[in-house]
Every structure is written in structure tokens, then in C-alpha cells.
């Protein structure tokens, strides 16, 4: 495997409750410190590619019955997902789900999970620093913050995780187009100073091709272009 490569998927196919496939055959290549941004319309299979990869298709009788997924040259297929998050691969699902009877604070600090115990005070002026509307939301419950506030909250509580490749399903989902704009140029940021590779699904092809440094487009459970 070339050097710069960080992950690399080989010709997947992912099955539900051992009958249903909903990929054949999917390869693509991440390479370290890019966005790399996967494309298609609902149902095309692009959650799915990345719960194949944070190893959550299992919670969803979900399987990798062929093919291989490689990360830094290590077969994670197999790996359970506690496992393959301690690698550095993080998933922001889509949809944005808070801890809503935690603050804002407290959803943040969650991220940190993976490694209780550790200082986490510079994670969080990290986080404020990239997402600055939080900083006034912060002892606020989770459940009564807007679309566009939980987003960069979710993306926030992923950070904290120290996130080697983040997972972004997504993310402009529902909201408005300057607030779309704002989180993109955030995730460009990210990648940016941070160095953090990045993998973003999205139906918004213009704004993810916008920040992206290359692009698969995915139709019917196959890659296309
Ligand atoms: P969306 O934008 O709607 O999230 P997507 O491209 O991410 O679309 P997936 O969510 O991966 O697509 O879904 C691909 C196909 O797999 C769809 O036909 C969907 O109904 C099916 N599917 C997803 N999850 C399951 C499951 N747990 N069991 C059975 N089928 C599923």
C-alpha cells in the first residue's frame, strides 16, 4: 500500500439481515490529510459505506461479506467499532443526536471517552475556538439548541475524540444555506490547520465539491465515477 494512503476500501459488499445488498462491490481510497468527499442521492448506499467503516453496521444486522477495509495497512473488517474509534476513525452521524438532558459542555466532554482520565481543557477551547456559536450555548441543555448549533456540536464532540479520519454523514442536512456555508468552510478549517482527513457524505454535491480534494459519486449501492 502506497505510504500516503490512510484508508483503503476493496471491493465491499455489505448485506442486511443476511439477505438484503446494499453494496456491490465498492472500492475508494483516502489519503492522508484530505477531504474526501463521497456523493448520491437517498437510499444510494453512502451511510452504509461509512457505518462499513466505523464498524456500526452491526448494531443494524448489517455485514461485510466480501471484500476488505484497510486503515494505515490493517484489516479493520472485522474490528469492532470501541476498537476501530481508538484507531482515530470517528463517525458524526447524520440526523444529530445530542445527549439532550446534557448542557452543551457536558455533550462535549462525552467525546472524551475513549480516554476518560485525560486533560480535555484544551480540546475544548480547540472546539470553541472552530465553533464559536457554542461558547454562549455552552451550560444550555442540548435539547433546546437549533439545527444549525447541534451540528457544529456533534462535529465539536467528535473533535474531542481526537479524530484521525472523521466521518461526516451529512452534515448541510435541513439547514440553511449560510449556515450550510459557515459549517463547510469550518470542515475546510479542520482539515486545513488540524490535518484531520476527512471522509463527507452529502446530497449537496456543489458545496461538498466546494472543499473537497476528490469525489466518488455512488448510485445504487455502486460506485459510478
Ligand atoms: P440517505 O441519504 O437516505 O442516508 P444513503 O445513500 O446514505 O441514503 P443508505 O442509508 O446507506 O443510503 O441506504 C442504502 C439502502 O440500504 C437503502 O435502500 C436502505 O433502505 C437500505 N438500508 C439501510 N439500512 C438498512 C437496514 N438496517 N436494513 C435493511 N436495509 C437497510
Given at each position: 500500500m502506497e505510504d500516503n494512503i490512510l484508508?483503503?476500501?476493496?471491493?465491499?459488499?455489505?448485506?442486511?439481515?443476511?439477505?438484503?445488498?446494499?453494496?456491490?462491490?465498492?472500492?475508494?481510497?483516502?489519503?492522508?490529510?484530505?477531504?474526501?468527499?463521497?456523493?448520491?442521492?437517498?437510499?444510494?448506499?453512502?451511510?452504509?459505506?461509512?457505518?462499513?467503516?466505523?464498524?456500526?453496521?452491526?448494531?443494524?444486522?448489517?455485514?461485510?461479506?466480501?471484500g476488505s477495509i484497510e486503515y494505515g495497512?490493517?484489516?479493520?473488517?472485522?474490528?469492532?467499532?470501541?476498537?476501530?474509534?481508538?484507531?482515530?476513525?470517528?463517525?458524526?452521524?447524520?440526523?444529530?443526536?445530542?445527549?439532550?438532558?446534557?448542557?452543551?459542555?457536558?455533550?462535549?466532554?462525552?467525546?472524551?471517552?475513549?480516554?476518560?482520565?485525560?486533560?480535555?481543557?484544551?480540546?475544548?477551547?480547540?472546539?470553541?475556538?472552530?465553533?464559536?456559536?457554542?461558547?454562549?450555548?455552552?451550560?444550555?441543555?442540548?435539547?433546546?439548541?437549533?439545527?444549525?448549533?447541534?451540528?457544529?456540536?456533534?462535529?465539536?464532540?467528535?473533535?474531542?475524540?481526537?479524530?484521525?479520519?472523521?466521518?461526516?454523514?451529512?452534515?448541510?442536512?435541513?439547514?440553511?444555506?449560510?449556515?450550510?456555508?459557515?459549517?463547510?468552510?469550518?470542515?475546510?478549517?479542520?482539515?486545513?490547520?488540524?490535518?484531520?482527513?476527512?471522509?463527507?457524505?452529502?446530497?449537496?454535491?456543489?458545496?461538498?465539491?466546494?472543499?473537497?480534494?476528490?469525489?466518488?459519486?455512488?448510485?445504487?449501492?455502486?460506485?459510478?465515477?
Amino acid at each position: 500500500m502506497e505510504d500516503n494512503i490512510l484508508l483503503q476500501v476493496n471491493n465491499i459488499s455489505v448485506v442486511y439481515s443476511d439477505v438484503i445488498q446494499v453494496l456491490k462491490g465498492v472500492s475508494l481510497v483516502i489519503r492522508k490529510g484530505q477531504i474526501v468527499s463521497l456523493l448520491g442521492s437517498n437510499g444510494a448506499g453512502k451511510t452504509t459505506t461509512l457505518k462499513a467503516i466505523s464498524g456500526l453496521l452491526k448494531p443494524e444486522n448489517g455485514k461485510v461479506t466480501e471484500g476488505s477495509i484497510e486503515y494505515g495497512g490493517k484489516g479493520i473488517h472485522n474490528s469492532s467499532p470501541e476498537t476501530i474509534t481508538r484507531l482515530g476513525i470517528i463517525q458524526v452521524l447524520e440526523g444529530r443526536q445530542p445527549f439532550k438532558y446534557l448542557t452543551v459542555e457536558e455533550n462535549l466532554r462525552v467525546g472524551t471517552a475513549t480516554r476518560w482520565g485525560k486533560p480535555y481543557k484544551k480540546d475544548l477551547e480547540l472546539v470553541y475556538h472552530y465553533f464559536q456559536p457554542l461558547v454562549a450555548r455552552k451550560n444550555r441543555l442540548a435539547g433546546y439548541c437549533s439545527g444549525g448549533e447541534l451540528q457544529m456540536l456533534v462535529m465539536g464532540r467528535a473533535l474531542m475524540a481526537h479524530p484521525k479520519l472523521l466521518l461526516l454523514d451529512e452534515p448541510s442536512l435541513g439547514l440553511a444555506p449560510f449556515l450550510v456555508r459557515e459549517i463547510f468552510q469550518i470542515v475546510k478549517r479542520i482539515n486545513e490547520e488540524q490535518g484531520t482527513t476527512i471522509m463527507l457524505v452529502e446530497q449537496n454535491a456543489n458545496m461538498a465539491l466546494l472543499i473537497a480534494h476528490y469525489g466518488y459519486v455512488m448510485e445504487n449501492g455502486k460506485i459510478v465515477m
